[in-house]
């Protein structure tokens, strides 16, 4: 089993602001794995939140080359990743990735049929509108509705009165759209409830509101749910297996992402979880191209809210394979992630 990976840059089409940060830019690591005449690939992405950069995930990966070289099998490759190997999730979820690409290539199926779904079905993705003006917020709904989008994602969080009378002109602009309201862990507990009932006294209805607070505190969550009219969606509280079972009853869904977890098997096993403890599933991203994006549309059969547009925010995507510039992600059908680099 051989390790490769190559860096390249990622520019976004326009930069995007959230509640703790702007972002322009990014590095992306496309890592590479090679057995038997076959290639896997996969995706990490440098990010400040998860405190990974260029250096340290390619030392991370110089690191695992010897690991990976002993396995037999992407199967063993798999095992020795998910057991013996102490690495950041999203370089984990990166190695996860290509191992996967691997088996569906041998095996002639997509990843989807090896996770258990054996039938994939085109699916709406949301897109994300950044922190920005009320008119800024409304001309970019109206343009993401006029391409076909029937979800949005609205980040929120910079100042309360802004974000109530950015959803609001959101929803006349996109009067028929979901709007999931997505503040970053940005407010206080009471902020949050107060935004969402000014919000929904508005006439806006929310299909969902993810993470409305800093992560660490259950308890305010469940505090917020009690109180807000839409679902509850928690992120960065829930990266875990363990994580998900103590959010149980505190709220209404987690957002799985792959970089948070660390791959296809450990976001299978929370998908587990979640469903165990009655929590729906959002699928979430990061910014990435199709590469990094894909394995977790793999999974989106398991999903209520899809949010997986990272590849749709960039100016130039050196991926293909995944569709959503319309708002509906698209598989091809091909052997493992699906995706080729153009």
């Not at 049929?113 to 509108?129: E, F, K, S």
């Not at 505090?223 to 960065?236: G, I, K, Y």
């Not at 994580?243 to 450990?266: Q, Y």
């Not at 130039?316 to 698209?330: N, V």
Request: net charge negative; aromatic share 2%.
């Amino acid at each position: 089993m051989r390790l490769d990976w190559e860096v390249h840059g990622l520019e976004l089409a326009t930069p995007l602001r959230i509640s703790r940060s702007v972002m322009s830019r990014r590095d992306a690591v496309r890592v590479v794995v090679g057995h038997d005449g076959r290639h896997g690939h996969g995706e990490v992405v440098t990010s400040t939140y998860y405190r990974l950069d260029v250096g340290a995930i390619t030392s991370l990966l110089d690191g695992l080359r010897p690991v990976l070289a002993g396995a037999g099998s992407p199967e063993a490759a798999l095992d020795l990743l998910h057991g013996e190997v102490a690495l950041p999730a999203g370089v984990r979820a990166a190695v996860d990735a290509a191992l996967h690409d691997l088996l569906g290539l041998r095996h002639d199926v997509p990843v989807h049929a090896l996770v258990g779904i054996p039938q994939w079905h085109d699916t709406p993705t949301a897109c994300t509108i950044g922190i920005s003006t009320p008119d800024e917020a409304a001309e970019r709904a109206a343009a993401l509705v006029g391409r076909g989008f029937s979800v949005l994602k609205v980040k929120v969080g910079a100042d309360p009165e802004q974000d109530v009378a950015a959803l609001v002109a959101v929803r006349a602009a996109a009067p028929d759209a979901r709007l999931v309201l997505d503040p970053n862990g940005g407010w206080s507990p009471r902020e949050a409830v107060g935004a969402v009932e000014r919000i929904t006294a508005a006439g806006v209805a929310l299909d969902a509101v993810e993470q409305p607070i800093p992560p660490g505190d259950p308890d305010a969550l469940a505090w917020v749910r009690e109180r807000c009219p839409a679902p509850l969606v928690a992120d960065e509280d829930a990266a875990t297996v363990a994580d998900v079972r103590r959010l149980a009853g505190a709220v209404d869904g987690v957002n799985v992402k792959l970089a948070k977890c660390g791959g296809l098997r450990p976001a299978l096993e929370i998908v587990s979880a979640a469903r165990a403890g009655g929590l729906d599933v959002m699928l979430g991203c990061l910014v990435a191209s199709s590469l990094g994006i894909a394995p977790a549309v793999h999974l989106v059969g398991h999903a209520r809210w899809v949010d997986l547009d990272g590849h749709l925010l960039l100016a130039h995507d050196p991926w293909s394979g995944l569709g959503g510039e319309d708002g509906t992600l698209r598989l091809s059908g091909a052997p493992g992630l699906g995706v080729v680099r153009r």
